[in-house]
C-alpha cells in the first residue's frame, strides 16, 4: 500500500517537477551516505528522494521540518509512511545536539540521509553560509560518503510562502563525494561544502 | 469513434511506410560509416528516427480516437511546451501567482473553448483577456521590477505556447461546405506539411548547405535548406491535395504558407533559445530536445493555416 502511494508520489512528483537526476562526480549506490543539497522548497527533499532510483531512494531517509511535515494528517502520512522522514523540530524544543543524536539514531548503519546544512529554507537565489550540523555529522559517521547536491528551479517551482507547486522543470545534480580532512578545521569544512554545492550549478550538461 | 474515412486510412498507412523506410535507412547507414563524426550524425539522426515512430503513435492514435481526444492531446503539448517555455525564461518570486493563473486556468479554459468550439471566445480570449490580465495580476504583487520583461515573458508564453497551439485541433471546428466530418485530415495535412518541411529543410541543409541565413540566430538553416526544404513540402502539400478540400494549386499555395510560416516559428524559436544561452528548450524526446523544439513550426504554422482556410473556404 505505501509501496504503491510511493510510486505515485514519485510519479506526481516527476510530472509536476519534471525532475531530472544528473549524476556528474558520483554514481547511483545503495551503500549508505549523506546526500547535503542547497534548500529553498518544501518539495526539496522530496525532489532528491523521488529523483533516486528505487533500491536507493528505499535505503534513503529525509529529514522534514515537524511544523510542516507534522502539519496534517496527510502530510504526516506521506512523511512517516511513504517517504520514511525523520522528523525535526526546527525552532526552540531540543537543543541542535539532540537533534543530530536523533538523525544519527534514525539512519543507523543502513540508511542514507538527505539533509540540508543551510537549516532552513533560502529565496532560491543564493545559498546561505552552511550550519555546522554536516560537520558533525561528517565527524560522528567518517564511514558515510557526503554527496553534494544542486537542486535548480525548486525555489520556483513551490516557493516559500506559496502553497500551490506550478509545473517547472527541475533538476537534481549529484556531485562527487566530499570528505572531511583529517585535521580540517570546521569553517573550511563547511566553506568546501558549500563550494561544492555552488559548483555544481555551473557544471556541464551531459546533453549540451 | 467514427469509422475512419478510407482518405485518412490511407494517409495513416503512407506514415507507416514512409517510417519504416527511414528505419531501414538509418539501420543500412549505420552499418556502413565509419568515421566517428558520421557515426555520431547517423546515430543522432537513428535516435530522431524512433522519436518519429512514437509521435506519429501518439498523433495518429489521438486523431483516430476523435476530435475530444485531439484537442487532449494538444492541451498537453501545450502544457509541456508552455512548461519548457517558462522554465527558460526567468521569472521571480512575485510571478508565482500569475504563472498558476496561466498553468491551471487559462490553459484550460482555451481548449474548453476549442473542444466547445466556441469561435468567438476562442479567438480573443488570450489576446484580450489573458493578454490584460497577466500585468494586472502582476501589478497587485506590488513588484515593479522589470515589469514590462516580465509581463511579456508570460504573455509570449501563452500566446506561443497555447493560443497558437491550439489552433491545430480548432481546425476540428470549421465549417466547409462538402468536407463535413473529415476535418481531421485539415489537420493531418497541417502537421504532415509542417513536419516534412522541417525534415527537408534539415535533410537539405545537410547536403548541400552552404549560405548560412541568419549564422548569429541559427547555425544551421542555410539558403539551400530552406529553399529546396519549403520547394518539396509545397509539392508534396499540392500533392495531398485530395486529402483536403482545396484544388491542387490552392493546396500547394497553402502548403507553401504553411512551411514559409514553420520557417518563422523556428527561426524565432532559435532567437529565443540563443538569447538564453541553450541549445534546446528540453530533454523529453531523445534527438530532438524538448517538445517546444518540435512543435516550434507548429506554433507559427497552425494560425496562419487556420484563418486562410477559415477566410476563403468557410
Known sequence: ?208 | MQTLDPHFQAMLLGILGLLMVSSLVGFGLALVVRSDGAKETVANLNARIRAWWVMCGVLAAALVGGALTSVLLFSVISFLALREFITLTPTRYSDHSTLFWAFFIFTPIQYYLVATQWYGLFAIFIPVYVFLFVPLRMALTGDVQAFLARSAKVQWGMMLCVYCISHAPALLMLEIDGYAGQNVKLLFFLILVVQLSDVLQYVFGKTLGRRKIAPEVSPNKTWEGFIGGVAAATLIGAALWWITPFNPWQAGLIALAICLAGFAGGLCMSAIKRDRGVKDFGTLIQGHGGVMDRVDSVCFAAPIFFHITRYFFT
Open chain 1, 1 to 208: 500500500m505505501h509501496r504503491l502511494v510511493a510510486l505515485l508520489l514519485v510519479g506526481l512528483l516527476r510530472l509536476v517537477t519534471g525532475v531530472r537526476a544528473r549524476w556528474v562526480g558520483s554514481v547511483p549506490s545503495i551503500r549508505p551516505r549523506i546526500y547535503f543539497a542547497n534548500h529553498s522548497s518544501h518539495l526539496d527533499s522530496l525532489v532528491i528522494w523521488a529523483a533516486l532510483p528505487p533500491d536507493v531512494r528505499r535505503r534513503t531517509r529525509p529529514v522534514a521540518a515537524r511544523d510542516y511535515w507534522g502539519e496534517s494528517p496527510f502530510r504526516r502520512y506521506l512523511a512517516r509512511r511513504v517517504f520514511n522522514a525523520i522528523f525535526i523540530d526546527r525552532n526552540g524544543g531540543s537543543s541542535s545536539r539532540e537533534t543530530l543524536n536523533q538523525i544519527l539514531d534514525a539512519i543507523g548503519e543502513d540508511y542514507s540521509l538527505i539533509f540540508f546544512p543551510e537549516g532552513t529554507r533560502g529565496n532560491g537565489e543564493e545559498i546561505a553560509p552552511f550550519k555546522s550540523g554536516l560537520y558533525r555529522l561528517a565527524l560522528a559517521r567518517p564511514d558515510l560518503e557526503l554527496i553534494p547536491v544542486y537542486l535548480e528551479n525548486l525555489s520556483r517551482v513551490l516557493p516559500k510562502g506559496k502553497v500551490i507547486p506550478i509545473p517547472l522543470l527541475g533538476s537534481a545534480t549529484f556531485g562527487r563525494p566530499l570528505r572531511l580532512g583529517e585535521h580540517e578545521a570546521k569553517e573550511e569544512f563547511l566553506w568546501r561544502a558549500r563550494r561544492d554545492v555552488l559548483n555544481l550549478n555551473e557544471a556541464p550538461h551531459a546533453d549540451a
